[in-house]
């Protein structure tokens, strides 16, 4: 059936060129999250509560406290916590510069769910 279909020179491709001459259309990756996000996540989970033990006694803290009680005792890995609370101080100058009042919109928010 295909040998019955004859091309005609018009719609063959010119010497030398093969194919789509414009190519594919390039597309960006999208990122996984942005700056906010980021910023926005490590602020959550900075304030999640985890449970502190010291000693015999056991309280309710959160993720921060936990790290400064960890960094300060020299306990654990200081310097996963060292990290923590660097990354914690830079998402809240990101939110700080941006909006000083988005930290505590976003702690209403959290406190409404």
Same mark, same amino acid.
């Given at each position: 059936m295909t040998d019955d279909v004859k091309r005609?020179?018009?719609?063959?491709?010119a010497p030398g060129q093969s194919g789509n001459a414009a190519g594919v259309r390039s597309r960006k990756p999208k990122p996984l999250l942005g700056l906010a996000d980021l910023n926005r996540t490590i602020l959550k989970i900075a304030a999640s509560e985890t449970t502190l033990t010291r000693g015999d006694r056991s309280r309710t803290v959160n993720m921060l406290e936990r790290n400064a009680w960890a960094l300060a005792s020299g306990k654990g890995n200081r310097l996963a916590a060292k990290d923590f609370l660097d990354l914690v101080r830079t998402?809240?100058?990101?939110?700080? =510069?941006?909006?000083? *009042?988005?930290? =505590?919109?976003?702690? *209403?928010r959290s406190a409404a769910l």
């Open positions: 005609t020179r018009a719609s063959q491709f998402a809240g100058y990101y939110f700080e =510069r941006r909006d000083p *009042d988005a930290i =505590r919109q976003g702690q *209403d």
